[in-house]
C-alpha cells in the first residue's frame, strides 16, 4: 500500500516535469495523401485523453505511430523527455505504451494466458526470440489481469484458445493484456464496442484505478457518452490536423460535431414521427418463431414508415433480423409482403420477395473489401445486368455505380477503387448502395453506423430518410437508441425473445426504452 | 436513472453477461479434445491394433511391432518438420527433396573421403546441410513473400533437379561403416519362442531425441509460442512485437535440419543411398500431421499428435497385409483414414466454437 502510494507520488512529481508522451510537428504521407499534417499532442501521466474526429481524420494514424505500427515521415515522438522518433512495435512497449486495438489484435490460436501474458518475456528479451520460456510466469501475468477486468481465471479458461470465445470476451481479453504491464500509456481504440452496459461501467472503474496509479489512458471513441463517463481532455481532429483541445464533460454533443465536422448538423429528429399508418401495410409479421431465438414476433411496417427495433444482445434482436434476411430458418409464422405470403428461406428468396438487408458487420459479412466498388455495388443485381452471351453488361453496371455512388454522395476516386481505401462511412455507403440498388421494398438495417462517425451517420440517415419518403418500408435494428430516436416512426422493445413493447418514437425517451429492455446498469446519458 | 455509483458498486459481478459460465465452457470437452489431438491418433491406433491382432495374433509378436517403429522413424522426423512449419502457417512439401540432395551426397563424400568417420558427425553433416537448404526456403518466403506451398514446390523440383543433374543418379551401396553399424545396433534384442530374431534398433531413439528437443523449442521457448503466433496470424503478430521474418527462417531450417537427419537416417536403415528414395512420399507425411490433429489452415498441432499420426499411417502401411488385405486396398484403406481424421476435426472445430 505504502509503497504504491509513494510510487504514485513520484508519478505525480514527475508528471509535473515532463509530460509522459509528446508528439512534434508529427506529419504522415502515405503515396499522395497527406494523413496527418503537423500534430502536436502531449500526453500526462494519471490523465484520460479521448481522441475525437470522423473517420479517415487521422486518428487511427496517429494511434499507429505512437504504438510503433508506422514510421512518421516527420516530427518527432518524445517519451519521458527523450526523443524516440524511430519506434517500433518492441520498442513502443519497451518504452510502456500499450495498445489495446479496434479489431483486438488477438491471435486467435494462442490461449488466453498467452495472448496476454506472452508479450511481458518478448518485451523482456527486447524481441530476441531464442530464449527459455516461462510458463509460469506467463499464467501468474495473465492472472492478475484477468482478475483486473473480472474474468475467470482457472485453468480452464486461461488454456482456452481465444477463438473460442464469444467476442466480448475477447474485448476484454485484449484489455486484460493493455493493462497486464504497468504501462505509462494505454491506448484503446473503440475498447467498448462489443460490451453490455455492465462490462462497460466496470472497464471504466479499472480505467479509474489505472489513472490513481498514475498511468496516461488515450481513447479512441465515436460513443461521446462514454468519453464523458471517463472525463478527461478531448482532442479533436479533423483532416489530419489538430483542432481543439476540449473538456470532455464541458462539452455538449452539438458542439463536439460541430469541432469535428465544421458543420452544425441535425441533431434533432429528421421529420415527424407518422402515427397513421397505412390501412394495408406493406410487411406483416404473424406470430413468427425460431427455436431459441424468438418467440410469437407480431410486427407490420407501413409504406414509409421507418421502424426501430431495439433490444439487449440476447433479446432475439439479431435473430430476428436474420429470420428477415432469409440467413436464419423460422420455425412457425407467416410473413407477408404487399399482402402476400412471401418465401424467405434463403437469402436469394429474400431478396427476390423484395428485401434487402445491410448486415451488422460490413467487414466480414457484407463487403468484398479488397474487390472495387463497382463489383461490389453490383453483386445483388449480377442477373439483371446480364447482356450477351450472359457477360456482364460493363456500360450498365458502370452507370448503375456511377448514379449509386453520385446519390448516396460516396467520395471515392473513382468507382474502380477498392473498397478498403475508403473511409468506414463511405464503406457503410457503399453497402447501403449495393441494397438499393436491388429496388427493394422493405430495406432492412443491422446497426447501421456502428462504427461511422457523426458526420458519415447524418448522410446515411438521411439516405433512409429519402427512401422511406419514396414510399420504402426500412426496419432498424439497433443498440444505438438516439439513432433510434432520430429517425424511426415507431420503436419496438424485443426483451427475453419477444416483443415487450411498442412506443411511438416522437413519444418515448431513452429512460423508457432503457426500461423495456431491462437493462438494469446503465451508463449516465449525456442528458 | 441508475446512477453511475450504483453502476460501479455492481461491476464486480460482471461475470455474467457475456462471461456468463454456461457460454464460457460450454463445449468443454471439445475444447479438451482440441488441445490434447494426440487422442484421436491414439484411439485409431488401438482400434487398428485390436483389430487386426484379434484376426492375426501375429500382430502382437515384438518381431511385428519392433518393425513398424522402425519404418516410422524417417516419416516420423519429416513429420516432426512439417509440423513446425504448418505450426508458423506455412506448408513445407521440399523435405523429402532435402533429405535425398543430403543424404546422397554425404553417404557418397563420407565413403569416399573419411570412410571412418563416425555417425554422430554423420548425422551432424546431414543436420548442418539440410538446416542450410531449409534456410534457402525460408530466405525466399521471407524476400518473395509468396505462400511457403509455391516456393517449397519450386525448391523441391530445384533440390531434386541439382541432385540427378551434378550429384548422380546411381545406387550407392558402398555405405560407410559407422552408418552400417548404427542401422544395426539394437537397443533390445531376444529370441522369440519361434526361434526369430528380434532387435529393437537404436535409430529410434534419433527419432525419440527429435521429437523431444522439437516439443522443447515449441512449447519451452520464446520462439516456440513465436511459431504458433505467426501461425495464427502473421499480421497481428508483426504489430505484437514477433519478428516474423525470423520466425520463417527458423521454421524452415528446422525442417531442413530434420529431413537432413531424416535423409541419413534413411539410409542407415537401409544400408543403401538410392537418389529416386522418398520422393512422392509428402502427401502422406502430411496426412500424417494432419491426422495428429494440426490444422492445414496453420497455427496448431502439437508433437505428441504428430508422433501418434505418423504411427497410425505406418501401421496401416505395414499390417494390412497381416489381414490379408491386398495392396491396393490399402491406399484406399489409407484415404478413408484421412478422410475420417478430416471430418473429424471439422467437427471437433465446431462443437468447441459451440456452433
Redesign the interface.
Known sequence: MSSATAKTNTALRRSQAVPFLETHDLHKRYGGVHALKGVNLKIERGRSYHLLGENGCGKSTLIKIISGAQRQSSGQVLIDGHERSDLDPIGALEAGIETVYQDLSLLPNLTVAENIGLTEQLVEGHGRLVRPLKVGRVRETARRALEVVGLPDDRAFMSTPVELLPIATRQLIAIARGVAGRAGLVIMDEPTTALTRREVSHLISVIRRLQDEGTALLFVTHKLDEAREIGGRGIVMRDGEFIEEIDVTETDNAEISYLMTGRRLELGRYRAARSNVDAAPLLEVERLTRGKGFEDVSLTVARGEVLGITGLLDSGRRELALALAGIAATDRGTIKLGGERIDVSSPAAAIDAGIAYVPEDRLTEGLFLEKPIRDNIIMSVIDRLRGRFGLVDRRQANELTERTVEDLKIVAPDISASVSSLSGGNQQRVLIGRWLATDPKLLILNGPTVGVDVGSKDAIFRIIQDQAEQGMGVIIFSDDLPELLQNCDRIIVMRDRRIAETFPADKVDEKALYAAMGATARIAGAA | ????S???T??????????S?S???K??AA?WM??HPAVFPFVLLVLIGLVVGTINPFFWQLANLFDILRAAVVPGLLALGVLVVLAAGGLDVSFTAIAALVMYPVAVFVSGSAPDLGIAPILLMGAVAGGLLGTVNGILVNVLKAPALIITIGTQYAFRGLLLTFVGTALFTNIPASMTRFGQLALFRGTTQSGLNVALPAFVLVFLAAAVVTWLVL????????I??V???SD????????VS??HL?VFAWAGMLAGVAGIMHVTANRLANPFDLAGTELSVIAAVILGGARITG??GTVLGTVMGTLVITLINNVLILVGVPSNWQTAILGAFILLAGLFYARLDRL???R
Open positions: 436513472m441508475t446512477t453511475m450504483e453502476a460501479t455492481d461491476a464486480p459481478a460482471a461475470g455474467e453477461d457475456a462471461m459460465r457460454t464460457l465452457y463445449g468443454r475444447r482440441v488441445r512449447n519451452r521457448t520464446l520462439i516456440g509460442r513465436a504458433y503466433a501461425g495464427g496470424s497481428i503478430a508483426a504489430r505484437l512485437g514477433y519478428n525470423r520466425v527458423f497455427g496448431t468447441a466454437a459451440g
